[in-house]
C-alpha cells in the first residue's frame, strides 16, 4: 500500500481491531484469574495468609462478571474517546502557587499500575514497537500520543480502574499479581501480533525500521539499551516530558502539586517506575527471543500442525540429505574458486539470488511438509543475515557458507527452532557481534578474526553428521580466540589490554596487601597515623612496585624495610639512644618513602601532606606518647613482611569495588582512560548485565563529549573490570559497579538492537505473516 499521506482510517481500523482482540480474549483472561485464586486458596499456607487468600477468592468470584463488563466498557470508552488523561487517584486541583502532599493511596495505585504496563511490554515491546511505527507512519507523526489507547499503562489504568469498581481490593491484587501480569502480557502480546499482521497484510511497512525509535543522546538519559525495551516510552528521566513519555511519566499539563518541586512522594513514584523499566535487561532480552520464536512456530503449526512437536532428534530423508550435500560442495566450490582466481567478492544479490535458487532446488528434494517448512524458514534467516548492512561485505561469505550446515541441524533437531540456547544460534549470534559495529563502513575486521571466522565454517561443514556438537566445539574454540586475540593479536587493543591487566594486577595486590597489614598490626600498638599511612598509601605502593619488579625483586625489597623502619619510628623512644637511632634513620626513610609515593603516581603536594602527618606521629613517639613495641614483635613484624607474598588471601576472593580501590587516577594516561564518575546508581540487574557482557561485542559510549563506538576487547577476574576500545585505539577502563551505572543512564549502549539470529527470525516472521503459503510452495 502506498501511503504518501496520512490514512486515519486504516490506524482506526487498526485501533478497533486491538480492541476486539483484547476483548475476545478477557473471558479466558478473567476465567484464569479466578483458577489462580483458587490454586492460591488451596495452597498450606499460614493461618493470616490463608484469610487473605480467602478474601481474595471469595471477593473475585463474587465480582467477576462486574470486572469483565468493566474491562469490556473501558476498552470501548478508550476506542471511542481515546485514552484518559487522568491518574488513578483524583488529584485535587491547586493554584500554581500551592504545594500539598499526594496520599499514599495514589502512590501506590500509580505504582500498580506501572508493573502492570511493565509486565505487559517485557513480553510485548517488540511488537508493540512495530505497531507504534506502523501506526505512527500511517498517521504521518513521528510518535503516538502519550496516552494513545495502544500504549500499554492506558490499559492497565482500564484495568485497574475495572478491578476497583468491581469491589476487589488492592491487597487482593497484589497476591494475585503473578497471575495477572503472564495473562494480560499474554493477551496484549497477542493483540499487538495480531493487530501488526493485519497492518502488513495491508502493506503497512511490511519492514519496520526500528532505529529512528533508538535514543542515545543525553537528552534521554533513561532510555533503555536497544534491544532490551523498546518501550512505552522511552523518556524516562527528562526534565521536560513531551510526547511518547511512558507510563510512571506524569503528564505534561496538570496541577504542579502532582508533579512539581513540592511533591517528592510522586518524584519517589516516578524513579520506581524508571527503576522498574530498566530491570532484568537480561531477562528481558532472553524473554523477547522466546517470545519471538514462540510466534515463529505458533505461525507454522498453523500450516504445518507435525512442525515442532517432535523433541527428538529426526533424520533426514534421503533425497533432502543428498541434495544438501550437493548445494553444500556448490557453494564450497564456488566461493573457494571466487578466492582463488582473485574475482571480485560473490555479491550479497548474487548470494541471495543463490539461495532462492537453492531453495527451490532442496524443496522438490524434500519428502515432508517440515522439512519444506524448515527449508523455507532458513532461508528466511540467511536472506536478512546476508542483507544485514553492518556485516562487512567480506564476512558474509563465511555466514553465507553456514546455511546448509544449520539447514542440517534444523530439520534433525526440532529444538533450534525452540530454545535461544542451541549452539548454533549462538556460534552466528557471537560472530555476528563481533563484527557488526555501528559503522560496518568504517571498521576493518582483523586478520586473524577474518581467519578464525574462515577456520570455524571450514570445521562445521567438514563434519556434517554431529549435529550440535560441532557448533558447541567450534563456540568453546571461538570463545578462547576471542580472549588471545585482543590480547596478543589485535593491534588496537593489544596494548590496552596490557594496561588493563597491570592496573588489576596492581588494584588486587593493593587489596592484598592491605588485609595483610591489617591483620599483621591487629594486636601491635601501631600509632593511628602510622597505620593508616601502611593501609591507604604504602600497600598500593607495595602493589606498583611488585607489579614493575617482581614480590622478591631489590625494590620491593626496599619498601617493605621501609614499612618496617617506619613502624619502628613511630613506636614509643624512651632512651635517647633510641632518639639518636632514629634520627640517623629518618633521612633516607623519608627518601624512600617520597620515592615509593613518586611511584605510585601520587603528586609533590599529596606526598608533603602525608610526609608532614606522619611528622606528627613521629613527634608523638619522641615524647613517649605512643607505646613501645619489644624487640622480638618488631623482628616477628619484619620476618613477616619478608614473606608477605605468601600469606597474601586468594586473589579469587579480593573483590575491587570503587570503595576500595586506592588511586585509579594514578592509571590514566594518554594509552588509558579510567573511568571514575558518571552515570547513575545501578540496579542489582544493571549489575548482574555488567557481569555478562561478552568480550567482542560492540557498543555506543557517550564520555567526556565524545560519542564512540568501542569494542569490549578484556574483561579482568570475575569480571570486575572490563576495558571498552574504540576503532582508533582509545582505550577506555571500567570498574564493574560504574559499568553499571553506565549501563543504567543509557550512556552506554549495545551496537545490536537484538541478536543476529532474532533479528532475522522477526524478519522471517513479517515476511510470513504476509504470505504464510509460502511455507508448503
Known amino acids: 500500500m502506498a501511503t504518501g499521506a496520512p490514512n486515519t482510517n486504516l490506524a482506526s481500523q487498526a485501533r478497533r481491531l486491538y480492541t476486539e482482540e483484547l476483548v475476545k480474549g478477557l473471558p479466558a483472561l478473567v476465567q484464569a484469574a479466578l483458577d489462580g485464586a483458587r490454586t492460591l486458596f488451596e495452597k498450606p499456607c499460614e493461618h493470616a495468609a490463608f484469610q487473605r487468600r480467602r478474601d481474595m477468592m471469595q471477593g473475585l468470584n463474587a465480582g467477576a462478571q462486574s470486572w469483565h463488563r468493566g474491562l469490556v466498557n473501558g476498552l470501548r470508552h478508550a476506542l471511542l474517546h481515546g485514552g484518559s488523561t487522568t491518574r488513578l487517584g483524583d488529584l485535587p486541583s491547586m493554584s500554581p502557587g500551592q504545594l500539598t502532599l499526594v496520599d499514599d493511596d495514589t502512590i501506590e495505585l ?52 475495572a478491578w476497583r469498581s468491581s469491589g476487589q481490593t488492592l491487597a487482593s491484587w497484589r497476591e494475585l499479581q503473578p497471575v495477572l501480569h503472564e495473562e494480560f502480557a499474554l493477551l496484549v502480546e497477542e493483540a499487538y501480533h495480531e493487530t501488526n499482521r493485519w497492518l502488513a497484510e495491508h502493506g503497512v511497512l511490511p519492514e519496520v525500521d526500528l532505529r529512528p525509535f533508538i535514543r542515545r543522546s543525553r537528552t534521554h538519559p533513561g532510555a533503555l539499551p536497544a534491544g532490551y525495551a523498546v518501550s512505552d516510552g522511552g523518556g524516562a528521566g527528562r526534565a521536560d516530558p513531551g510526547p511518547g513519555s511512558g507510563f510512571g511519566q506524569l503528564p505534561a499539563a496538570g496541577p504542579p502539586s502532582a508533579y512539581g518541586l513540592g511533591s517528592g512522594l510522586m518524584r519517589g513514584v516516578g524513579e520506581e517506575t524508571r527503576m522498574m523499566t530498566r530491570a532484568a535487561p537480561l531477562a528481558r532480552g532472553r524473554d523477547h527471543a522466546e517470545a519471538v520464536l514462540g510466534r515463529l512456530n505458533r505461525l507454522v503449526g498453523r500450516q504445518v500442525p507435525a512442525f515442532g512437536n517432535s523433541t527428538r532428534a529426526q533424520a533426514l530423508s534421503p533425497g533432502l540429505a543428498r541434495a544438501i550435500d550437493t548445494a553444500e560442495a556448490g557453494i564450497r566450490q564456488r566461493m573457494t574458486t571466487t578466492a582463488a582466481d582473485a574475482e571480485p567478492m560473490v555479491t550479497t544479490p548474487v548470494m541471495l539470488e543463490d539461495i532462492q535458487q537453492r531453495k527451490q532446488q532442496l524443496k522438490k528434494a524434500a519428502a515432508t511438509p517440515e522439512e519444506r517448512a524448515t527449508i523455507e524458514i532458513v532461508a528466511l534467516l540467511f536472506q536478512s543475515i546476508l542483507t544485514e548492512e553492518r556485516i562487512p561485505a567480506a564476512m558474509r561469505v563465511w555466514f553465507a557458507r553456514l546455511q546448509m550446515p544449520v539447514l542440517r541441524v534444523a530439520v534433525t533437531e526440532p529444538d533450534f527452532f525452540a530454545t535461544v540456547d542451541h549452539p548454533a544460534r549462538r556460534l552466528i549470534d557471537r560472530m555476528g557481534a563481533c563484527v557488526m559495529g555501528f559503522d560496518s563502513a568504517a571498521q576493518k575486521v582483523g586478520d586473524a578474526l577474518e581467519r578464525e571466522i574462515k577456520r570455524i565454517v571450514q570445521v562445521v561443514e567438514a563434519y556434517p553428521d554431529t549435529g550440535r556438537r560441532v557448533f558447541q566445539t567450534v563456540l568453546t574454540e571461538f570463545e578462547k580466540f576471542l580472549e588471545h586475540y585482543f590480547r596478543n593479536e589485535n593491534e588496537a587493543t593489544r596494548h590496552g589490554v596490557s594496561l588493563a591487566q597491570q592496573v588489576e594486577q596492581r588494584e588486587t595486590l593493593a587489596i592484598q596487601y ?75 626513610l623519608l627518601k624512600s618513602l617520597r620515592e615509593g609515593m613518586a611511584s605510585a603516581g601520587m603528586d609533590a603536594e599529596r606526598q608533603d601532606e602525608q610526609i608532614q602527618q606522619l611528622n606528627n606521629s613521629l613527634a608523638a613517639a619522641f615524647t613517649a606518647k605512643t607505646a613501645a613495641i619489644p624487640d622480638d614483635r618488631l623482628r616477628e613484624l619484619m620476618e613477616r613482611l619478608e614473606t608477605l607474598e605468601e600469606l597474601l588471601p586468594d586473589a579469587e576472593d579480593v573483590r575491587i569495588d570503587e570503595s576500595m580501590v586506592l588511586d585509579l587516577s594514578g592509571h590514566q594516561s594518554a594509552d588509558l582512560e579510567v573511568v571514575l564518575d558518571g552515570g547513575s546508581m545501578p540496579t542489582p540487574a544493571m549489575l548482574a548485565w555488567a557481569r555478562e557482557l561478552q568480550v567482542g561485542s560492540w557498543f555506543m559510549l557517550e564520555y567526556r563529549e565524545r560519542h564512540e563506538a568501542v569494542q569490549l576487547a578484556w574483561q579482568g577476574m570475575r569480571r570486575q573490570l572490563s576495558l571498552f576500545v574504540s576503532a582508533q585505539g582509545r582505550c577506555v577502563l571500567f570498574q564493574q559497579q560504574r559499568l553499571a551505572s553506565y549501563l543504567q543512564a543509557g550512556l552506554l549502549l549495545p551496537a545490536q538492537d537484538e541478536a543476529l539470529t532474532v533479528r532475522a527470525t522477526r524478519s522471517a516472521l513479517a515476511k510470513l505473516d504476509v504470505d504464510a503459503s509460502r511455507l508448503l510452495n
Open 514 to 588: 592491605t588485609i595483610e597489614l591489617r591483620r599483621m598490626l591487629n594486636d601491635m600498638p601501631v600509632q593511628e597515623g602510622v597505620r593508616q599511612f601502611l593501609f591507604h598509601v604504602w600497600a598500593d605502593v607495595l602493589a606498583t612496585t611488585a607489579v614493575r619488579y617482581g614480590a622478591q625483586g631489590q625494590e620491593t625489597r626496599t619498601m617493605k624495610r621501609a614499612a618496617a623502619d617506619l613502624i619502628w619510628s613511630a613506636s614509643a623512644k624512651v632512651t635517647r639512644e633510641e632518639r639518636a637511632e632514629v634520627i640517623r634513620r629518618l633521612p633516607p
Open 110 to 161: 500509580e505504582i500498580v499500575t506501572s508493573r502492570l504496563a511493565l509486565a505487559m511490554m517485557d513480553r510485548a515491546s517488540w511488537e508493540f514497537a512495530d505497531l507504534r511505527s506502523r501506526v505512527a507512519h500511517l498517521e504521518g507523526r513521528n510518535e503516538l500520543d502519550a496516552h494513545d489507547m495502544l500504549r500499554a499503562h492506558v490499559l492497565a489504568r482500564i484495568v485497574f480502574e
